[in-house]
Nanobody, 117 residues
C-alpha cells in the first residue's frame, strides 16, 4: 500500500511561483512513477507532468517550460515547481502514483491553488 500526501497549496498571483509537494509513505519502493494532475472548476482533471523512478520526466505542452517536476528520494517526495503562473493555473492539484504499468485508482484530497485578483 502507498499513501500520498499533497501539500503546498496557496494563494498565488499571475506571474508568481509556487512549489507543491507530494510525500509518499508505505511501500514506496514499488512506485514506478508519480504524476501531477489538476482540476479547475467546471473542467476535467488533467495530467500535467510525470516523473519515473528512473528520473525521466515528461510534461504536457500546457505547462512545458513553466512547471518542473522533481523528486527527493531521501524524503520520498515529488515536487511540482510552478513558475510564471497564469490565470488558468488556479485549480486543485493532485498527485498519483504508478506501480508497474498501473496507475493507482484513488485520489488524495488535493492541493488548492487559488488565484488572487
Amino acid at each position: 500500500q502507498v499513501q500520498l500526501a499533497e501539500s503546498g497549496g496557496a494563494l498565488v498571483q499571475p506571474g508568481g511561483s509556487l512549489r507543491l509537494a507530494c510525500a509518499a509513505s508505505g511501500s514506496v519502493s514499488s512506485i514506478s512513477a508519480t504524476g501531477w494532475y489538476r482540476q479547475a472548476p467546471g473542467k476535467q482533471r488533467e495530467l500535467l507532468a510525470i516523473i519515473t523512478s528512473g528520473g525521466h520526466t515528461s510534461y504536457v505542452d500546457l505547462v512545458k517550460g513553466r512547471f518542473t517536476i522533481s523528486r527527493d528520494e531521501s524524503k520520498n517526495t515529488v515536487y511540482l515547481q510552478m513558475n510564471d503562473l497564469m490565470p488558468g493555473d488556479p485549480a486543485v492539484y493532485y498527485c498519483k502514483y504508478r506501480i508497474g504499468a498501473t496507475w493507482s485508482g484513488s485520489w488524495g484530497r488535493g492541493n488548492q491553488v487559488t488565484g488572487s485578483s
